[in-house]
């Protein structure tokens, strides 16, 4: 079974602060990896995706992703009280066109 | 342009009865997968349809089937329901099919319960 561990948190971060999500996975073979936003009663939206070793950036969010360690990272910088909600870290399967999701972890940013 | 889009929203049933739940992809999207959400096991991959085939299946009984159409809407049907089955049922139509890069964009859900 191919797994994707997150923290469950919350995660509770005051406004203008960093906030750091991590997420490993098992399938030493994946090569796509996402990040969804889901809020309350919601269904997940995507912020970002990653498909090589490093950084990238979109606007206040980075991923970040160590296929060596087998782990992705999203940052959110200048938290804002609208960030809160539960990030859910996404892992495409290598061969097939399925996603394996964590649990996500919830996010509280407070003003 | 059109999101994905599911019908119906909310939808209550008993223990036996059976469902049936539509998704209409984003234009152009010929993948379409569902997922079925829960507060103790979070998203769990159901199958993926594509070009009316089914190309992909989750860990799911029989109980859960789908089918998609030529036009690429697809729906999924639970049979003899059990309230184990609660849950919200999240359809994702993708455009890149390979195993290369590809986004699941998600429609709003239709939330199912089993009484």
């Known amino acids: 079974q191919k797994e994707v561990e997150q923290n469950s948190g919350p995660l509770s971060v005051p406004e203008g602060a960093i906030a750091s999500l991590n997420c490993t996975y098992s399938?030493?073979?994946?090569?796509?990896f996402f990040w969804y936003r889901q809020y309350s009663g919601k269904s997940p939206e995507l912020i970002m995706f990653?498909?090589?070793?490093g950084d990238k950036e979109d606007g206040r969010f980075t991923a970040q992703l160590n296929k060596a360690s087998q782990y992705v990272s999203l940052l959110i910088r200048d938290s804002q009280p609208s960030d809160s909600a539960t990030y859910l870290c996404?892992?495409?399967?290598?061969?097939?066109?399925?996603?394996?999701f964590g649990s996500g972890t919830k996010l509280n940013v407070k003003p | 342009k059109a999101g994905v889009t599911q019908t119906p929203r909310y939808l209550i049933k008993t223990r036996g009865q059976q469902v049936t739940l539509s998704c209409s992809p984003i234009s152009g999207h010929r993948s379409v997968s569902w997922y079925q959400q829960t507060p103790g096991q979070g998203l769990q991959f159901l199958f993926e349809?594509?070009?009316?085939?089914?190309?992909n299946k989750g860990n799911f009984p029989g109980r859960f089937s789908g089918r998609q159409f030529s036009n690429s809407r697809s729906e999924m049907n639970v049979s003899t329901l059990e309230l184990g089955d609660s849950a919200l049922y999240l359809c994702?139509?993708?455009?890149?099919?390979?195993?290369?890069?590809?986004?699941?964009?998600f429609g709003a859900g239709s939330r199912l319960t089993v009484l």
């Open positions: 349809y594509f070009s009316e085939t089914q190309r």
């Open positions: 994702a139509s993708s455009f890149n099919t390979g195993a290369g890069a590809n986004v699941l964009t």
């Open positions: 996404a892992v495409k399967d290598a061969d097939f066109n399925k996603f394996y």
């Open positions: 990653i498909y090589s070793n």
């Open positions: 399938d030493r073979g994946s090569q796509s």
